[in-house]
């Protein structure tokens, strides 16, 4: 079964921005932690940013101060703003717990190039 469903990738110019979104079943919502984790070619998935059911909030040092994490409870939805995008941001995005506990999506291709 489909549980994890990531969409908003794209192309991006260098120092451009994108808005991902993540929608997550209400159990897994709700229970754990929801992160974003990403995997360019020939290198291994990382996660990249995280965020708790009470909003609280961790980044990878690749990302700080430049990506943004969040949640709508309404939606049962995460999101990723990336601001500020680099070459070296080209990957294929997923989202899942922080623990990584639930089958991967078909994630959503992010491509930073000018």
């Known amino acids: 079964q489909v549980q994890l469903v990531e969409s908003g990738g794209g192309l991006a110019q260098p120092g451009g921005s994108l808005r991902l979104s993540c929608a997550a079943s209400r159990i897994i919502f709700f229970t754990y932690t929801m992160g974003w984790y990403r995997q360019a070619p020939g290198k291994q998935r990382e996660l990249v940013a995280a965020?708790?059911?009470?909003?609280?909030?961790n980044y990878a040092d690749s990302v700080k101060g430049r990506f943004t994490i969040s949640r709508d409870n309404a939606k049962n939805t995460v999101y990723l703003r990336m601001d500020s995008l680099k070459p070296e941001d080209t990957a294929v995005y997923y989202c899942?717990?922080?623990?990584?506990?639930?089958?991967w999506g078909q994630g959503t291709q992010v491509t930073v190039s000018s």
């Open positions: 965020i708790s059911n009470v909003g609280s909030t």
């Open positions: 899942n717990t922080n623990q990584a506990r639930y089958p």
